[in-house]
Structures are given as C-alpha cells and as structure tokens.
C-alpha cells in the first residue's frame, strides 16, 4: 500500500482506497511474473551458458521496476552442478516476490473478500518452504515449483498469482471503472458525473503549470450518500485531498507535513466558500518514517447546482499550486523575507501563474544571474534582493518573474528568451532605483536652494526699509540644513541595499557641504548684524549672493533633469541636462572672481577686525558652498553620461 493510499485509509475513507488498491495490485501482478520469469530464465541459462543471455529490461521497465542491475541477473546466474544456482541478488528478488504478492491481496482484504485470508495463508505457507545454500544460492527444484503452472504439491507460486489475478479482475468488474475528463470512477450516477466533471473542468485548466511535475491524479467513487473525490495533488506522502459531496454540502479533508502550505491553501480557497476547521496534528504511524503530518476539514453548503459546481471547479483550479510549493517558498525566501515569499506565491496563484515554471528556470539562480550582468558591484550569493532594491520593488519583480516564466513556458518560449526578459526587467527596477534616489537628490537640491534664496534675501533687505531679521533667517536656515541632513541619511541607507549606487551618496554628500557653508554663513550674518551692523554691504558680497542662487538653482534644475536622461532619452532632455551641469561651472567660476574681489575691497578700507571677519567669512561660506556644487554637479554629469546614456 502506497503512503497516500495509507493516509486515505487512515482518513477513514474506505471507498477511495479499494481502487487505489486494485491499481496497485494490478502492477504488483505484472511485477510478479516478471520476477517469476527472471528466476525461471536465470536457472535455464545457467543449464545453457552457450545461449545468449536475455536481458528481460523491456519487461522489468514495463512493470514499473526502477532497479537496472536485474538486466544482468541472467547472464551473471551459475550453476553449481548440484541441482542449485548461484543467482546474485536472489534474496532481493524473493523479497520483492513477496511484497507484489501481499501488494496482490491487499484490495481483497480491504474489500472484505473472504478468499483474502485464505490467500494470505497460501502465501505464508508457499514462502516457507523457500530454502537458499549459502549466499544467493537456490534449488533448482525450488525455482521450478515457484514458476509452474501444475506443481507437484498441487499450489505453487504461480498459481497463486493466476488465481489472485482472477479475484482482483472479478472484484474490479464489481465498482465499474470508468473515465470522467481524466478522472478515474467507480460507481457514479449521471448527477455524480456532471459534479466530478466540473472538479476536472478547474483541475484541467490550471493542470498545465505543473509542466513537467508528476501528480493531479484524481479518483472519485460513490459511497452510498456521499460522492469522493480523492486528488494525490504531488509525490509528497502524507498530501492528500479528499472532497466529500452529499446533496449540495462539501466537506473537504487536506492533509500535509507543511503547515505553511495547508494554511496557504486556506487562503487561496477563500473564493470556494470554504470555512475551514481547526488544523490537528496527527502522527503518521502508517508512514514508513512515522512524521508528524496536519489535517484540516473545511465545508460549504451551496444553494444550487451550478454554486456548487463552481466551488468545486475554483478548488480543483488551486491544487496544481500546492505542487512543489514549500520548495518554491525556500527558494524565494532567499531573495524576500519569508512572510513577502508566502505574499508572491499567493499571488501568483490567484492569477493562476503559479511558481512550477520559476522552480524549471533554476529558481532563485534565475535570479542572481540576472543581477550579475545588471549591477557593477561584486555579490556574494544568497545576498537578499530586498535588501538592494527595497521590499515593496522586489516583491513586484519577483511577481514578474513567476508571470513571466509561466507564460514564457506555456507559450513555447525559448529558456534564453524568458532569461533575457527576466534581466531586462531587473535593469528596469534598478533603474527604478536610481530614479528613487534622483528624487532624494532633489529634495535635497531644493532645500539648498531655500538657504541660499534666504541668504541673499536677508542681505539685499537688511538696509531697506523693511529688513528681515536676520535671527529669523538664522533659524530657518537651520531648520532648512537639518532637512537636508535628512535626505542625506535616507539616501545613504537606501543605497546601502542597492549595489553600484555608491554615486549617489557621492553627490548628495558634496552638495550637503553648500547646505553646511550655507547654513554658517547665514549665522555669521546674523551676528555681523546684531554685533557690528555695517552702514552698507560691499556690491560684491551682493553679487556673491546673488550668483549662489543661481548656482543653487541650476543645481536643481540639474538634479531634476537628471531623472529624465536614460538610453534613448529626447535629445532635448540630455541637451538641457549638460547645459545646466556646465552653467554651474561658470557660475563657480564667477563666485570666485567676486569673492576676491570682496577680500580686496575689505583689505583696502580701515574697518572694525570683527566687521571684517565676519564679511570675509560669510563671503567665503558663499564661495564655498559653490565649490561644493560644481563638485557635486559634475559626479553627477559624469555618472550619467557614463553609466546611463551610453551604458
């Protein structure tokens, strides 16, 4: 009995696990005369070494026996010229001998078929008379009453197959196999057919996306009241579906080792009207390994045929995502915390993309060679995505991935395109990226814009009529650079998580030293002010203002176009782009000139030393602030030439 079929049993639900039964035992009787065979030729080949020696692959692959080396048991026999052969691995073949033969009256037994424990105790007693000399040695007798149609003794091995073969061909003509859109039947009604159909209809549909993943297969069998639906879903034991229909009321039994995926299936199955039960733990003892395995029951009550009709063809569409699901689960929990990889795969499940054709294209490695080629930083493998790119834009791509593979798989794509698709898109995200911190820069741009604009404000107004106060000024100033301190720190941790942005932190970090010039200059204004006013200000000093402004301005202007020039960008976009990077550089140019030219001036007229400090200093913060700009504007036309328009 396989380990589904012990689960079904263990599930109490007897009618689906005959069939299953009588599947296996059908297999187990064409493994028993394969083996019988292989005995019989192994002992006349060795009587007639001259012979080549059959191999019998076609019949052992026929039968469903994954072990090679039998091909060779024939040719290897010897005979020890004492009635008895030397047959290598012969214990192994009695022993699979034995077990298709109890495999054989298994379904007997579970039917309640009185002939079960008669065969049971022909085969214990047939099986106690085998005797072996030495290792792999058997009697030649013994071979010849195994494999005998007429034994001597009256019963032999072969007998017993041939009359089990018969029972179970008798008791398969009573449940009435037949075939309803794939699934196999047993004793269904006309209403039953069109239910199970509607099952198969949501199954078949979504069927395809386990691509070349073996499972789905599906039995139903009316039970008296009640129609069951048994889908093996996978390979995994222990992972079972049962759906249990009586009237217009569905009950639905899902057992797995993984409780993630039985809650997965609780989430997907929200469309069904399903109100699911409290999840039990149960232990497998009926499992080779004896683990621990969860079962849950969920159930509706429809109103009409067609409702339910179409909660069953909405499960039946979501059982193909269980397939390979906590796999997939591992393998994105290597790029997305793990609650974001249940977050995709349920995603992906609703859209009916599933994640089988991701798990075909190498997984997460589909992935990480994609960010080879689209990053300039070395990575170390297993190294988070969300951690280069954010949460919220890996969870989107990784969304993306499993679309694209998916459709990429069910339209014949090429591997090589779905690869080249999957890449170009991550150059997309990362370009994203850099957009996200071209935004930063911009406020950050715009808030050296303030403090210089106020700067300039505070000096030409201070001698009008109505000054601004310049205490006034000082304190927006520095409420004005501790914003811009603040971008500073975004910046510099976003892209901590996004390799080959280290640019960024580059620019904004000298344009952050304009925001601290600018912010010292306007205190030493305030104190040049409040301490030892001047009656006027040297023209200068004025036109130093005024020159930061539009040094700051056609930083921003910069910054701000910088977020439209990419590959292909209009030609416009990247002219003014250039012709603001390259304004700055006059305009710092030109700082200079009129800084010295205020030094001159102070230098060449007696005046109060703290006056002159002062105004040497706020015009030295001024020049300053556009040394840092030119700096940070030309990383940044650098970058973007280099990296973005000719990448």
């Not at 298994?106 to 005797?131: I, N, S, V």
């Not at 109505?466 to 910046?491: F, Y």
């Not at 102070?602 to 001024?622: E, F, H, I, T, Y």
């Amino acid at each position: 009995m396989s380990a589904k079929t012990r689960i079904v049993d263990l599930l109490g639900e007897r009618a689906l696990v005959v069939p299953a039964l009588i599947t296996t035992a059908l297999t187990a009787n064409e493994q028993a005369k394969y083996l019988l065979s292989l005995l019989q030729m192994a002992a006349a080949q060795a009587e007639s070494p001259q012979i080549p020696a059959p191999t019998l692959k076609d019949d052992r692959e026929a039968c469903g026996i994954d072990e090679p080396s039998l091909d060779r048991t024939i040719a290897l026999t010897e005979n020890d010229g004492d009635g008895h052969y030397h047959i290598p691995g012969s214990g192994r073949i009695l022993a699979r001998l034995q077990e298709a033969l109890r495999a054989m009256i298994a379904p007997l037994d579970k039917a309640g078929q009185p002939a079960a424990a008669e065969y049971a105790h022909r085969l214990d007693r047939l099986t106690a008379t085998w005797a072996s000399i030495g290792s792999d040695m058997m009697e030649g007798a013994a071979i010849a009453a195994m494999t005998s149609g007429r034994p001597a003794t009256g019963d032999g091995l072969h007998v017993l197959i041939m009359d089990l073969h018969r029972d179970l061909n008798h008791l398969q003509a009573t449940i009435a196999c037949e075939e309803v859109a794939g699934a196999k039947a047993y004793g269904l009604g006309d209403a039953d057919r069109a239910t199970v159909a509607a099952f198969m209809a949501g199954l078949n549909r979504t069927a395809p996306l386990k691509f070349d993943h073996p499972g789905l297969d599906t039995v139903a069998v009316r039970n008296g009241s009640t129609l069951l639906i048994q889908n093996d879903i996978g390979t995994t034991e222990a992972h079972v579906l049962v759906v249990k229909v009586v009237g217009r009321s569905v009950t639905v039994i899902y057992t797995d080792v993984h409780l993630s995926r039985l809650r997965f299936l609780q989430t997907l199955s929200g469309d069904s009207g399903l109100a699911w039960q409290e999840v039990r733990a149960r232990e497998a003892t009926a499992l080779e390994k004896e683990d621990l395995f969860y079962t849950t029951h969920g159930t509706a009550t429809l109103e009409s045929d067609e409702d339910l009709h179409s909660a069953l063809n909405r499960l039946a569409s979501h059982i193909v995502f269980l397939i390979d699901w906590n796999k997939a689960r591992k393998r994105l929990g290597l790029l997305v915390p793990n609650e974001v990889a249940v977050e995709i795969l349920t995603w992906a499940a609703s859209h009916d993309f599933g994640h089988r054709a991701f798990l075909s294209l190498g997984g997460e490695r589909l992935i990480y060679d994609a960010l080879e080629q689209a990053v300039k930083t070395p990575l170390r493998y297993g190294e988070p995505l969300h951690e280069m790119m954010g949460v919220d834009i890996a969870r989107g791509y990784l969304c993306f991935v499993l679309q694209t593979t998916a459709i990429g798989l069910l339209q014949g794509r090429s591997d090589a395109l779905i690869r080249d698709q999957v890449r170009a898109e991550l150059f997309t995200h990362f370009r994203t990226a850099d957009q996200r911190l071209l935004t930063i820069c911009a406020d950050h741009a715009a808030a050296v814009s303030r403090l210089a604009e106020g700067l300039r404000s505070m000096l030409r107004e201070s001698l009008s009529d109505k000054p601004l106060t310049p205490g006034q000024n000082a304190t927006r100033a520095k409420l004005w650079e501790s914003q811009a301190d603040e971008s500073v720190k975004a910046l510099r941790v976003m892209a901590r998580r996004l390799p080959g942005t280290e640019v960024f932190c580059r620019v904004i970090e000298e344009a952050d030293d304009a925001a601290d010039h600018l912010e010292e200059a306007a205190f030493q204004a305030r104190l040049l002010f409040e301490a030892v006013p001047p009656e006027a200000l040297p023209k200068p000093l004025l036109d130093l203002a005024d020159l930061i402004v539009a040094c700051a301005q056609a930083y921003r202007r910069a910054v701000d176009l910088a977020q439209h020039v990419q590959r292909g960008a209009a030609q416009d976009t990247v002219q003014h782009f250039l012709e603001a990077s390259d304004g700055i550089v006059t305009l710092e140019h030109q700082a200079d000139e009129r800084h010295r030219a205020v030094v001159a001036l102070l230098m060449a007229v007696p005046d109060d030393p703290r006056r002159l400090q002062l105004l040497s200093g706020l015009s030295q913060g001024m020049e300053q602030a556009t040394d840092a700009l030119q700096r940070a504007a030309l990383i940044l036309r650098d970058h973007m030439l280099a990296h973005v328009t000719f990448a």
